[in-house]
């Protein structure tokens, strides 16, 4: 599809006629047009369709920032639509996954953000830089070298940095920053940012979020809570004493807990909704040193807690029956073939019993993880047993994924 100022027809083209004219294929219209091969009408035929009709049409579009933005120059009446916060609402609703920006990493060599799509420059890449921050005169400056991400979340990333230590929550869309100390040793140390409205996530620029913060000491581990509503710590926090110290890896959230790994073969499950932790052991086999890394907290349908695991040549999906309560057990679901999904080199598991690829990113809303192989990342879909290749060689490390949908000062949106 040619949209204005991207086709051979765009007003920017000296050959351009004069009345522009927009082809839309069935693939753009879904149902609505999936009985035509294509249709085309002149630029001014497109204020004269109902808007019940173009409503319909425009909501089974794709919801990237980019697709956002094309649409707006089309015509005044679909720009008109597409400023309004009921429309990006529906169309949230309809598609049920807030789009893909890129990936946020942590390996300083190399650019800090990965832009997921090679057309992101419309919505502008330099505002996934990673700010430096100049808090006041009694602390040193932030540089993005300084700066370590902890979580992308619902539009927002936790960053750490600096000395104190200090938190900021960062919303590359709209430039919103917050930053507040921690006033913690950084050892053992693990957060994210979670909204709290009772909402569909993907929209969630203007509403209330917490940063989540996991303290572990060895012998306890505790967990306090930063509301962006009062400001501040809350004074009541979760405690359970435990030998386990928290990792490396992000955290998962499945419905209302979230979930840590341990370095001792144990997650810890924080229940936000009860403020209580909950340490769980996982399947005795996985306290192998073979399988560090390698085993990561996933969603599976009904917000049951799962585990996708990398086992030599296969991929073990489990499921954790009756979930955190006490009695509960690891049952395993089924396996996925490696070789059957990734191209992954069959005498590199041979000689090292272990496999070439490594689980980089768990995305819970899309309930996909990321494997990088030896060409690549690849997205695969652990419930449908596919994969798709998503990117070329990237650097070594965990990749935060960064999905947000509404982008000011592109497509001319209104506020919430």
Same mark, same amino acid.
């Given at each position: 599809?040619?949209?204005?100022?991207?086709?051979?027809?765009?007003p920017?083209?000296?050959?351009?006629?004069?009345?522009?004219?927009?082809?839309v294929?069935?693939?753009?219209?879904?149902?609505?047009?999936?009985?035509?091969?294509?249709?085309?009408?002149?630029?001014?035929?497109?204020?004269?369709?109902?808007?019940?009709?173009?409503?319909?049409?425009?909501?089974l579009?794709?919801?990237h920032?980019?697709?956002?933005?094309r649409?707006?120059?089309?015509?005044?009446?679909?720009?008109s639509?597409?400023?309004?916060?009921?429309f990006?609402?529906?169309?949230?609703? #309809?598609? !049920? $996954?807030?789009?893909?920006?890129? %990936?946020?990493?942590?390996?300083?060599?190399? =650019?800090?953000? /990965? &832009?997921?799509?090679? #057309?992101? !420059? $419309?919505?502008?890449?330099?505002? %996934?830089?990673?700010?430096?921050?100049?808090? =006041?005169?009694? /602390? &040193?400056?932030?540089?993005?070298?300084?700066?370590?991400?902890?979580?992308?979340?619902?539009?927002?990333?936790?960053?750490?940095?600096?000395?104190? &230590?200090?938190?900021?929550v960062?919303?590359?869309?709209?430039?919103?920053?917050?930053?507040?100390?921690?006033?913690?040793?950084?050892?053992?140390?693990?957060?994210?940012?979670?909204?709290?409205a009772?909402?569909?996530?993907?929209?969630c620029?203007s509403?209330?979020?917490?940063?989540?913060?996991?303290?572990?000491?060895?012998?306890?581990?505790k967990?306090?809570?930063?509301?962006?509503?009062?400001?501040?710590?809350?004074?009541?926090q979760?405690?359970?004493?435990?030998?386990?110290l928290?990792?490396?890896r992000?955290?998962?959230?499945?419905?209302?807990?979230l979930?840590?790994?341990?370095?001792?073969?144990?997650?810890?499950?924080?229940?936000?909704a009860?403020?209580?932790?909950?340490?769980?052991?996982?399947?005795?086999?996985?306290?192998?040193?073979?399988?560090?890394?390698?085993?990561?907290?996933?969603?599976?349908?009904?917000?049951?807690?799962?585990?996708?695991?990398?086992?030599?040549?296969?991929?073990?999906?489990?499921?954790r029956?009756?979930?955190?309560?006490?009695?509960?057990?690891?049952?395993?679901?089924?396996?996925?073939?490696?070789?059957?999904?990734?191209?992954?080199q069959?005498?590199?598991?041979?000689?090292?019993?272990?496999?070439?690829?490594?689980?980089?990113?768990?995305?819970?809303?899309?309930?996909?993880?990321?494997?990088?192989?030896a060409?690549?990342?690849?997205?695969?879909?652990?419930?449908?047993?596919?994969?798709?290749?998503?990117?070329?060689?990237?650097?070594?490390?965990?990749?935060?994924?960064?999905?947000?949908?509404?982008?000011?000062g592109?497509?001319?949106?209104?506020?919430?």
């Amino acid at each position: 599809m040619d949209w204005p100022g991207t086709g051979p027809h765009s007003p920017g083209n000296a050959s351009a006629p004069h009345a522009e004219v927009i082809e839309v294929k069935s693939s753009l219209c879904g149902s609505i047009v999936r009985s035509m091969n294509s249709v085309s009408l002149p630029l001014a035929s497109w204020s004269q369709i109902p808007d019940d009709i173009t409503w319909n049409i425009l909501v089974l579009v794709s919801p990237h920032p980019v697709t956002i933005a094309r649409i707006a120059a089309v015509c005044r009446t679909w720009r008109s639509i597409v400023r309004t916060s009921k429309f990006l609402r529906w169309l949230m609703e #309809h598609h !049920g $996954v807030t789009p893909l920006m890129g %990936f946020f990493t942590n390996v300083s060599s190399s =650019d800090r953000f /990965l &832009p997921f799509d090679q #057309h992101l !420059g $419309v919505v502008g890449v330099p505002r %996934f830089t990673l700010p430096i921050l100049y808090p =006041d005169n009694r /602390l &040193p400056t932030l540089s993005t070298s300084h700066w370590e991400v902890l979580a992308c979340r619902h539009g927002k990333v936790l960053l750490l940095g600096g000395a104190s &230590p200090m938190l900021l929550v960062w919303d590359p869309i709209t430039g919103e920053q917050t930053l507040t100390r921690t006033h913690t040793e950084l050892t053992y140390v693990h957060g994210t940012v979670v909204c709290v409205a009772h909402h569909h996530h993907g929209n969630c620029h203007s509403s209330p979020w917490v940063v989540v913060w996991i303290v572990s000491t060895g012998r306890e581990i505790k967990v306090r809570r930063w509301s962006s509503v009062t400001q501040s710590w809350n004074i009541s926090q979760a405690r359970v004493w435990f030998d386990g110290l928290v990792d490396f890896r992000p955290s998962t959230l499945i419905g209302d807990v979230l979930y840590w790994h341990l370095t001792n073969n144990f997650l810890i499950a924080f229940d936000m909704a009860e403020n209580l932790l909950h340490p769980i052991e996982l399947p005795e086999a996985m306290a192998s040193p073979k399988f560090r890394r390698h085993v990561h907290v996933v969603p599976l349908d009904g917000d049951v807690l799962g585990l996708a695991v990398l086992n030599t040549s296969v991929l073990e999906i489990w499921s954790r029956v009756g979930g955190i309560s006490e009695g509960s057990s690891w049952a395993m679901n089924y396996t996925i073939p490696l070789l059957s999904i990734i191209p992954i080199q069959d005498d590199h598991i041979i000689n090292h019993h272990r496999p070439q690829g490594r689980i980089v990113c768990v995305m819970e809303d899309r309930k996909v993880i990321l494997i990088r192989a030896a060409d690549g990342v690849y997205e695969v879909d652990y419930q449908r047993k596919t994969s798709t290749k998503i990117m070329g060689e990237t650097p070594r490390g965990t990749m935060f994924a960064y999905e947000s949908f509404y982008i000011a000062g592109v497509a001319g949106v209104d506020e919430p």
